[in-house]
């Protein structure tokens, strides 16, 4: 993955009609670098971000409910997995 994004950006660089030198080379190969975490743990922050989103949904709908309708909630999940459900 990180070969793949200073190739590119090399080759434009190049193609731009600038000299591609060590005194450019060296510090972007650095910054890609230092990209490549955040890049590869983007995807699960996004997940973990949906999955706590609905969990707090659920938690507030089922804070919400009055006190005689809490079997009801319970009972209304009772043959779903909840996941996925929209619930």
Do not use: W
């Amino acid at each position: 993955m990180v070969s793949l994004g200073p190739r590119p950006c090399a080759q434009v660089y190049v193609a731009c009609g600038y000299e591609l030198t060590a005194a450019v080379a060296f510090p972007s190969l650095a910054y890609f670098q230092l990209l490549r975490f955040p890049l590869v743990m983007l995807p699960s922050t996004i997940e973990n971000c949906v999955n706590g989103l609905i969990a707090l949904r659920r938690l507030q709908a089922f804070l919400e409910a009055r006190s005689g309708q809490k079997n009801s909630y319970l009972n209304r999940h009772k043959n779903c997995s909840c996941r996925g459900c929209g619930c």
